[in-house]
């Protein structure tokens, strides 16, 4: 289900992406800026140009903007679900999904919707059963 041009755009996202001014650090794709609570940048195109999440180690918790929701923009509908339908590339935004398998993180933090107590793992799962 890879599209065929999501190297090419996660690239181009990493062009445009706005490191920290102290020059970041990398690890397997993820900008790590010298910042307090050390923050990892995660590319997640797909939504929006830019778009991105942010892990926080210390909080436990990532933050996935309008990467995945737990309540739908339009309908009020609640619960684990895709981005939401102003999504530029569903299909990139949906492997972009992939970038969050192995954040160790404990709460997910969506752009709409409540908290998700639990691994971004499980709530890319719930995402994609849903």
């Given at each position: 289900?890879?599209?065929?041009?999501?190297p090419?755009?996660?690239?181009?996202?990493?062009?445009?992406?706005?490191?920290?001014?102290?020059?970041?650090?990398?690890?397997?794709?993820?900008?790590?800026p010298d910042?307090?609570?050390?923050?990892?940048?995660?590319?997640?195109?797909?939504?929006?140009?830019?778009?991105?999440?942010?892990?926080?180690?210390?909080a436990?918790?990532?933050c996935?903007?309008?990467?995945l929701t737990?309540?739908?923009?339009?309908?009020?509908?609640e619960?684990a679900?895709?981005?939401?339908?102003?999504?530029?590339?569903?299909?990139v935004?949906?492997?972009?999904?992939?970038r969050?398998?192995?954040?160790?993180?404990?709460?997910?933090?969506?752009?709409?919707?409540?908290p998700?107590?639990?691994?971004?793992a499980?709530?890319?799962?719930?995402?994609?059963?849903?």
């Amino acid at each position: 289900m890879a599209d065929a041009r999501l190297p090419r755009l996660w690239a181009a996202q990493e062009r445009h992406a706005h490191p920290a001014r102290t020059g970041p650090r990398r690890d397997r794709g993820r900008r790590r800026p010298d910042l307090p609570g050390s923050p990892v940048i995660i590319g997640m195109p797909g939504h929006s140009p830019g778009s991105i999440a942010v892990h926080i180690p210390p909080a436990d918790a990532v933050c996935v903007g309008d990467a995945l929701t737990t309540r739908h923009v339009l309908t009020g509908r609640e619960g684990a679900q895709p981005q939401p339908p102003f999504t530029d590339e569903p299909a990139v935004a949906d492997v972009s999904l992939d970038r969050l398998a192995d954040v160790p993180a404990s709460w997910v933090l969506p752009g709409h919707g409540a908290p998700w107590q639990g691994s971004p793992a499980d709530l890319v799962a719930a995402v994609r059963a849903a």
